[in-house]
């Protein structure tokens, strides 16, 4: 049932399984032919909209709109409200993402409208998109570096996206840069003794992990540091106890454990973690949305034998913080990617304002090849 007409854009909420596909499948046809885009498992991207089977529904509401012209699809959006966001933090945010649309304002529009005519219904202040549920989903609109190759885990859009949002008045929220390396870069004169001397300092010392299920008993442990380490940043959104099944159940799957470094204290407390994933790009270009017949076999190849590897996330306790505590961390990955023969790394996205994380990096001379944001606009 259509819920709003602008001028020749036509509105419509996808609820059913068949409406949500629809929603989820219009990207390829938007970036059909594109080198750069990455397309999502459909099924997967499914079940993330599923509010039986996703936790972030514990504590948030969406809805997903299409936009149409001439029974055409021509946008999408989801509009997204986190109610441990808005009550516990007392943030007054009107979330939005999926955010796909033709060059054309009045599709931008009528989609940003809705989402602007949700949040003032529930009293909110402002809205920010593009963001998921959580800290662990893509966040940003691309802004530079559309000539490069995307990844898994942050979405990738055309050039104009950024000109629809200043049209409109929207305002940068948050900046995000996205940096590679070769690995050759990570020299191991710069950690290898220096993390010897760390260890010995703290008593400290390294955990490695040559199977999946071993890694399994100390996931939550992990989720509570990367609660603890990111908790002072802007925009966070702690994870709940049953997001962390969740997410154990939707990644792990997809990183080698070998991938994994966990560093504990002498009394085997969890004091640092850190979760590189081997790229998926090319393996999900070809699989074109879909596991079966053959796209796990492209996923399954890509895990095994994949020279590229993503930084996914770090965390380190407060306490340790600023103590030399990485040099252990790039000393295992320097093994294990020298065994791999790995030949680049990137970065995920990370905060402009997050310095401390830049300054981690800063030896291994990486290069920022893309950044992206985040956009703002008052709804009083």
């Known amino acids: 049932m259509a819920l709003q007409i602008n001028r020749m854009v036509t509105l419509k909420e996808a609820v059913s399984k068949a409406e949500l596909k629809k929603f989820v499948k219009f990207p390829f046809s938007l ?10 498992i459909i099924n997967d991207e499914l079940e993330s909209f599923d509010k039986t089977k996703n936790p972030a529904f514990e504590n948030a509401e969406a809805r997903f709109f299409l936009a149409y012209k001439d029974n055409v699809i021509v946008g999408r959006i989801a509009a997204i409200i986190n109610w441990l966001e808005i009550n516990q933090q007392n943030v007054k945010k009107m979330r939005f993402g999926w955010f796909d649309f033709i060059d054309d304002t009045e599709v931008s529009e009528t989609l940003l409208n ?5 949040g003032k219904q529930n009293k909110l202040e402002f809205m920010e998109g593009p963001v998921g549920f ?5 966040v940003g ?6 000539d490069h190759i995307g990844t898994m885990i942050t979405w990738y859009n055309h050039a104009y996206y950024k000109e629809h949002y200043e049209r409109l008045g929207f305002v940068k929220e948050k900046g995000y840069l996205e940096s590679k390396f070769p690995a050759k870069n990570a020299d191991p004169a710069l950690f290898s003794k220096v993390q010897g001397l760390i260890k010995r300092r703290y008593g400290l010392r390294e955990i490695n992990f040559t199977n999946t299920k071993d890694v399994l008993p100390m996931a939550d442990k992990m989720f509570d540091l990367f609660n ?15 997001q962390k099944a969740y997410f154990k159940k939707k990644y792990l799957g997809f990183i080698n454990p070998e991938y994994i470094k966990f560093i504990v204290d002498k009394e085997d407390k969890l004091i640092a973690f850190a979760i590189v994933m081997p790229s998926f790009s090319k393996a999900l270009q070809k699989a074109n949305g879909r596991l079966f017949p053959f796209g796990f076999l492209h996923l399954l190849r890509a895990k095994k034998t994949s020279k590229d590897v993503i930084f996914y996330l770090i965390g380190i306790h407060p306490e340790f913080q600023n103590k030399g505590v990485t040099a252990i961390i790039f000393n295992e990955y320097y093994k294990t990617f020298t065994e791999k023969k790995i030949e680049m790394c990137y970065r995920t996205p990370e905060l402009e304002e997050n310095v401390a994380i830049r300054q981690m990096w800063k030896h ?15 709804l009083q």
């Open 141 to 146: 609109v691309l802004t530079e570096g559309f």
């Open 364 to 378: 291994f001379d990486p290069v920022v090849y893309q950044r992206r944001c985040t956009y703002r606009k008052k």
């Open 114 to 118: 809705k989402v602007a005519e949700i």
């Open 134 to 138: 959580s800290n662990l989903d893509k």
């Open 31 to 40: 970036y059909k032919g594109s080198a750069y885009w990455i397309p999502p």
């Open 228 to 242: 603890e380490t990111y908790s002072s940043l802007s925009s966070f959104v702690p994870i709940t106890d049953i």
